[in-house]
């Protein structure tokens, strides 16, 4: 009876040892389950993309400029749609490279979405987002620039964010700029620069010109295109 006795306390120290041990093994393994699930990829925060509050034009002092070379400073040497083109091209007057390094403005207030060295043919490209009051979101583009004065965060409208380039020594100096709806298959990308489907680009002029601040006096919005 004695060493039934015994044995049976053996038995049940080794029977209490077992499951002590098995439930830390049991502990221990799903901890190192749960280690080994994928941790949820934090989301991107969205962009805060502030309303516009109209548009100017990215070149010149005044905010406006029209297309045709009529004095005030700027003409569009190859416009929107002229081969294949889906932007214009913006250059001072008085010709030749003396546009270089003059300051490019935003068209309205936005959110910066990309600001990079786009490669050859591009250079330096900043594309901003603006909000409509019909909450349409569209982008201006600016490109070849010299260099950035913003890379990052909010815009007002007439701020400065770069200056006009040659894209690295790829053309005489001028800005390209284009204007585009979320639809178009470059959005938030440089792009093609050049195609046949102009889908969700829009004429950068046209644009403007119909949604200008409404400070803006309405004489204004009259304006010649690079033909007349
Ligand atoms: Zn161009």
Redesign the pocket.
């Known amino acids: 009876m004695r060493r039934f006795t015994v044995h049976y306390k053996i038995l049940l120290a080794l029977t209490v040892t077992l499951i002590f041990v098995a439930c830390r093994d049991s502990s221990r393994s799903s901890i190192n389950n749960q280690a080994s699930q994928p941790i949820a990829t934090p989301q991107p925060t969205p962009l805060i993309i502030p309303v516009s509050d109209g548009f100017d034009y990215p070149v010149g002092r005044k905010g406006y400029a029209t297309e045709a070379k009529d004095g005030d400073g700027w003409y569009v040497a190859?416009d929107f749609g002229e081969n294949n083109?889906l932007?214009e091209?913006w250059n001072a007057e008085s010709g030749g490279d003396t546009d270089c390094g003059l300051p490019v403005y935003t068209a309205s207030k936005g959110m910066l979405v990309f600001a990079d060295e786009a490669g050859v043919g591009w250079g330096k490209v900043i594309i901003i987002r603006h909000r409509l009051l019909d909450g349409t979101i569209v982008e201006t583009l600016y490109g070849h620039l010299q260099s950035f004065a913003k890379t990052l965060g909010e815009v007002g409208r007439r701020e400065i964010i770069g200056n006009i380039g040659n894209a690295n020594g790829d053309y005489p100096c001028h800005l390209?700029f284009e204007l585009r709806f979320s639809d178009c298959a470059a959005w938030g990308l440089p792009g093609p620069?050049y195609s046949n489907n102009r889908a969700g680009w829009a004429d950068p002029s046209d644009f403007i010109d119909a949604h200008r601040p409404a400070a803006v006096n309405s004489s204004s919005k009259v304006r010649r295109k690079k033909n007349q």
């Open positions: 190859q083109h932007g091209d390209h620069g």
